[in-house]
Antibody, heavy 117, light 110 residues
Framework: DVPLVESGGGLVKPGGSLRLSCVGS????????MNWVRQAPGKGLEWVGR??????????HYAAPVTGRFTISRDDSTNTLYLQMDSLRTEDTAMYFC????????WGQGTLVTVSS | QSALTQPASISGSPGQSITISCAGT?????????VSWYQQHPGKAPKLLIH???DRPSGVSYRFSASKSANTASLTISGLQAEDEADYYC??????????FGGGTKVTVL
């Protein structure tokens, strides 16, 4: 089993919206903090945001470039993490990875988001 | 917080040891043990190598070791192998603040 599988990427116009999903398996998703990390083509890793487990308050934190535009949520009944991306910009073009725990114990294979007119 | 500073590239011959540095400041790496390292092969997802400065998850080769001194963290790859050719990233994670990554180091095995 692959611990994390992302989906939902694609081509979207600037100003548009997209929702990414990440399904976890093989670990206790309910108790796990989850993060989104992105990587622009040919560039390094950039943290997008995190959501804590509900038992730790379910608190969400976001990187400055996406605050107010992106929203992270989770559905523990289906072991699914979401990233709602609104008001997308060309600079949001990247591979988006979901990762587990506070330091990325597991990583998904990524889903590509391209923002272009 | 600014990004952590890594050398852009490092090369070594098979069997050699190389060390990748990750420079921060007294307010980030210098005051935290939440340092981690990742390996990323082209077109693949990052893989966790080290967390909490020097802890190696099960399944990660003993050839990867890490440490921290003052404001700089370091990752050492011993007995360099062809499969070690990849990009390596350091990071400083947090329970409440941003998760900061270094710019990445490309390791070439000669």
């Amino acid at each position: 089993d692959v611990p994390l599988v992302e989906s939902g990427g694609g081509l979207v116009k600037p100003g548009g919206s997209l929702r990414l999903s990440c399904v976890g398996s093989g670990f206790t998703f309910t108790d796990t903090w989850m993060n989104w990390v992105r990587q622009a083509p040919g560039k390094g890793l950039e943290w997008v945001g995190r959501i804590k487990s509900k038992s730790d308050g379910g608190t969400r934190h976001y990187a400055a470039p996406v605050t107010g535009r992106f929203t992270i949520s989770r559905d523990d009944s289906t072991n699914t993490l979401y990233l709602q991306m609104d008001s997308l910009r060309t600079e949001d073009t990247a591979m988006y990875f979901c990762t587990s725990s506070n330091y990325g114990y597991f990583w998904g294979q990524g889903t590509l988001v391209t923002v272009s007119s | 917080q600014s990004a952590l500073t890594q050398p852009a590239s490092i090369s070594g011959s098979p069997g050699q040891s190389i060390t990748i540095s990750c420079a921060g400041t007294s307010t980030d790496i210098g005051s935290s043990n939440l340092v981690s390292w990742y390996q990323q092969h082209p077109g693949k997802a990052p893989k966790l190598l080290i967390h909490d400065v020097s802890d190696r998850p099960s399944g990660v080769s003993y050839r990867f070791s890490a440490s921290k001194s003052a404001n700089t963290a370091s990752l050492t790859i011993s007995g360099l192998q062809a499969e070690d050719e990849a990009d390596y990233y350091c990071s400083l994670y947090s329970n409440t603040g941003p998760w900061i990554f270094g710019g990445g180091t490309k390791v070439t095995v000669l």
